[in-house]
């Protein structure tokens, strides 16, 4: 009797176990669940996709009023709004300062955002190294704050190359060029970066 109902519990855990892995994701199939909220973002918002070498050919510019995204290899969409007023371009060792909207595309909800704080900028360094840029948060903004982690999404730095001190960016930042967070869990974002200065 006593080997029955051990039989009986060793089936019931095995049994247990086995559908709480069943109700887990893979991997490839968060992944396929991010591309298809992307898809169903950019189609939600009549968002018209052109490629790089498109964008290159338009001198590096977005049609706004045909809310035009330009898409990168790495998987980041951008439109540049505002392309800044400053005289030169973002250059290595410049301190970026900007306001931002981080929304979470796929709880389609608005995650993270410095518009409501006046004085409440986040701050990083931007750097570069031969072919790649990095990007470190100073204490005390919004994304240090929220995530503990000064690296800047990798998403976040491509516009820099294209623009100068007060422009404005939109940006679809796919899992994995986003933060931490985005990374660890595969969640995209959109990013309303306005305001990006030069300190």
Same mark, same amino acid.
């Given at each position: ?17 086995? +559908? ?5 994701? %893979? ?31 338009? /001198? ?57 704080? *006046? ?5 990083? /360094?931007? %750097?570069?190294? =031969?072919?790649?840029?990095?990007? +470190? ?10 995530? +503990? ?9 491509? *516009? ?5 001190? =007060? ?6 930042? *796919?899992?994995? &060029? ?7 869990? &595969? ?13």
């Amino acid at each position: 009797m006593k080997k029955l109902v051990s039989l009986f519990l060793l089936m019931l855990t095995c049994g247990l176990a086995f +559908q709480a892995c069943s109700d887990s994701k %893979t991997y490839a199939e968060m992944l396929e669940e991010e591309k298809d909220a992307i898809n169903n973002f950019i189609k939600t918002n009549k968002i018209k996709v052109i490629s790089a070498s498109e964008f290159e050919k338009n /001198d590096n510019k977005t049609n706004v009023d045909e809310n035009e995204y330009v898409q990168f290899s790495n998987g980041v969409y951008m439109q540049i709004v505002n392309y800044g007023t400053g005289k030169d371009s973002i250059k290595s060792r410049d301190v970026i300062t900007v306001r931002f909207v981080e929304y979470d595309i796929l709880t389609e909800d608005t995650t993270l955002t410095n518009y409501a704080w *006046p004085t409440w900028l986040d701050v990083f /360094d931007y %750097t570069i190294s =031969g072919t790649t840029a990095y990007g +470190q948060f100073r204490q005390g903004g919004l994304m240090y704050y929220n995530y +503990q982690s000064s690296q800047v999404p990798e998403g976040w730095l491509v *516009p820099l190359q294209y623009i100068k001190s =007060g422009a404005e960016v939109k940006l679809i930042v *796919p899992s994995k &060029v986003g933060h931490t967070n985005a990374m660890q869990y &595969v969640y995209p974002f959109y990013y309303h970066l306005r305001r990006i200065q030069v300190w």
